[in-house]
């Protein structure tokens, strides 16, 4: 009742379908969600589980994987800090909890895909997601996808894409977990999961509660004198809850259905210098669900989802909704070779403060690999894609994994690819008033991309060479008394990525390592005029240089863990007049897991953010805090 009627402003074409994926959903929980016992008596054979399509069919694509245990060091802060720690994606930080969105290789935070479940998770209105907002708690599962991957992914994925996944695991037993985290500032964090599973049903629930008053110095560089002065506009409270159901309903057949409710309450911190007190609430409904059927060689899936988005920002309300519905097949006619192919409809709802609009879209796409020997695969992707009365011209990509060189204790391996990305204009470049122009082309770019991999026993090194241009790119500029979007510019962007691991010991010690360096060299080609300052000058806020060290070390249930990392200089502006000086952090963390109580674990953790106590700036005018202590503290059973 409480979901058929937060959505009954959905348009009428979207609300049978929308109730009938919840009354699936209900029936779901009602029908099966009461006799675990019962159920978990039942003998079955294992269900073959099918990777998803990005990592089947994204030969010569650079990707980056963290599974439930890698995240586990960042339960208590957001998506924007794991990859900005863990990964070359630059974030562009408004302050602790305020606005993070991510820039893949010089693109924008538009150029970059976000998958909740499969379920796209960009905002249609503005085009992208704000990563402050997605806890690490309430994912199990995280991985980055580079480049142009508009044959596999769809709208969006120019730059690079974030896929996030949330799943009951089938375990041997159930488990509890409370956390608590006390840090600087007035802030804390309160996280709670628990799971239950039998040999058929597996149920997990996350819920999750930050309170962060953000009361830190910082000094003031727009005043005279440049005083230290308190943050005392930056409070931020989220909470949320994640719900997930894993079914194995035969041999051979599996539902598996999540929902998401998250809600974030925000003061938006000023920039130095102002007195404005903007206040920001957000709230969420993401769901998903996933129908699966086993053959000998084949697989069919059906997936249905929502969400609903709505923002508030000094009580001007602004409400989004998608519904999405597909299905795809996949075959596997011999050992070499398998294919993939779907359709995915999404109705798009847009009910803002100057505008009221809809949009439909169908997606029709085709993937194969082949794999002549265990040492090299292919790969071939093909998109069709249509939205309104527009039609976008076919997006392919291809790609190759090839380990030329394989030893008994080393191996290197080549990867190549070529894709084509693009992005539709979003609702408020479209239907915006005043200045929305319909008319608008999507973006598209082409990336071509070649890395070697190299692994030898635990120590492994990649180096990765890419290039990508965008056209199309959509900017606003000023008309008459107000602004409107075109198409203008064409942006190039060209970088090597490396990174590399190393596992050793040391007597009684454990040693991890990991670091990565980025060059990226962001440009326009096309500017808005003949003589625009901007050409051949770096992107804003796009750092040419960017560096990553962190290494751990355990020793039995004891372990300590450095991190450290280097941005570069950014410009300001388009022109390139003014630049925020380059900033190095460290982080330092400890963690004892050898506390128990009878059967109940108590791991202890203490972590020091920004240690050197740095003044910094990632946005001009945003000040970040310094030296944080955080102290977590949680009791598993």
Not at 157 to 181: D, P, R, T, W
Not at 517 to 533: E, K, M, T, W
Request: glycine share 8%; hydrophobic share 35%; proline share 5%.
């Amino acid at each position: 009742y409480f979901i058929s009627s937060h959505f009954s402003s959905s348009p009428d074409r979207i609300q049978p379908l929308i109730r009938l994926g919840m009354i699936l959903l209900v029936w779901a929980f009602t029908f099966f969600g009461s006799d675990i016992q019962k159920i978990d008596t039942v003998g079955l054979q294992e269900i073959e589980v099918i990777s998803p399509a990005y990592e089947r069919f994204g030969q010569g694509q650079k990707s980056i994987k963290w599974s439930q245990k890698d995240l586990e060091a960042y339960q208590s802060r957001s998506l924007a800090d794991l990859l900005a720690d863990q990964s070359p994606v630059f974030i562009r930080s408004y302050g602790p909890g305020m606005l993070a969105s991510p820039s893949f290789r010089g693109s924008s935070a538009g150029h970059t895909a976000v998958f909740w479940n499969g379920i796209p998770l960009n905002s249609p209105s503005l085009g992208q997601s704000d990563f402050s907002l997605l806890p690490v708690f309430a994912i199990d599962q995280a991985s980055l996808q580079f480049g142009s991957s508009g044959a596999l992914l769809g709208n969006e994925a120019i730059g690079g894409s974030v896929n996030l996944k949330s799943q009951a695991g089938f375990q041997e037993k159930s488990s509890l977990l409370l956390s608590q985290e006390f840090s600087s500032f007035g802030n804390y964090q309160t996280n709670v999961k628990g799971s239950i599973s039998g040999k058929k049903l597996a149920l997990q629930s996350k819920i999750y509660h930050q309170f962060a008053a953000n009361k830190y110095p910082f000094r003031n560089l727009a005043l005279p004198g440049t005083p230290i002065q308190e943050q005392d506009h930056a409070q931020v409270i989220q909470k949320g809850i994640v719900a997930d159901l894993n079914w194995r309903i035969s041999d051979n057949k599996s539902l598996k259905t999540s929902i998401w409710l998250h809600q974030a309450e925000r003061e938006i911190q000023p920039p130095m210098g102002s007195s404005t007190q903007d206040f920001q609430e957000d709230q969420a409904l993401r769901w998903s669900m996933n129908y699966e059927v086993f053959k000998k060689k084949s697989t069919l899936s059906f997936q249905s989802g929502l969400v609903r988005e709505e923002l508030i920002f000094n009580e001007i309300e602004n409400n989004t909704s998608q519904f999405i519905l597909g299905g795809t097949w996949d075959y596997f006619p011999t050992e070499q070779l398998s294919y993939h192919s779907g359709a995915r409809i999404t109705l798009v709802k847009g009910d803002l403060s100057t505008y009221a609009a809809t949009d439909e879209r169908l997606e029709i796409f085709q993937s194969a690999k082949y794999s002549p020997t265990n040492r090299l695969s292919l790969s071939l992707n093909l998109r069709q894609l249509g939205y309104g009365d527009q039609l976008v011209p076919l997006i392919p990509g291809a790609g190759l994994d090839w380990t030329f060189l394989e030893q008994k204790n080393q191996s290197l391996e080549l990867k190549i690819s070529a894709g084509r990305g693009f992005k539709v204009p979003t609702l408020n470049d479209r239907f915006w008033s005043p200045g929305g122009n319909p008319e608008l082309l999507p973006e598209n770019s082409w990336n071509v991309e070649s890395g070697l991999h190299w692994k030898k026993n635990s120590f492994s090194q990649s180096l990765t060479f890419y290039s990508m241009n965008v056209d199309n790119w959509i900017i606003w500029l000023p008309q008459g008394s107000f602004w409107s979007p075109q198409n203008i510019r064409k942006v190039r962007s060209d970088g090597v990525e490396y990174q590399g691991s190393m596992k050793f010991k040391t007597g009684a010690v454990d040693w991890i390592s990991q670091w990565q360096y980025s060059l990226n060299r962001a440009v326009s080609l096309v500017g808005i005029s003949q003589n625009d300052p901007s050409l051949g000058k770096q992107l804003p806020y796009t750092p040419r240089h960017q560096a990553g060290l962190s290494l751990q070390a355990q020793v039995q249930r004891f372990s300590i863990q450095a991190q450290t990392n280097y941005t570069g200089e950014r410009k300001i502006t388009a022109d390139n007049p003014r630049t925020l000086s380059p900033f190095f952090l460290a982080d330092l963390g400890i963690s004892y897991t050898g506390f128990s109580i009878s059967k109940i674990q108590i791991p202890l953790q203490v972590r020091i953010q920004n240690l050197l106590n740095t003044q910094y700036q990632v946005i001009y005018l945003r000040p970040m805090p310094g030296r944080s202590i955080h102290f977590t503290i949680s009791f598993q059973l």
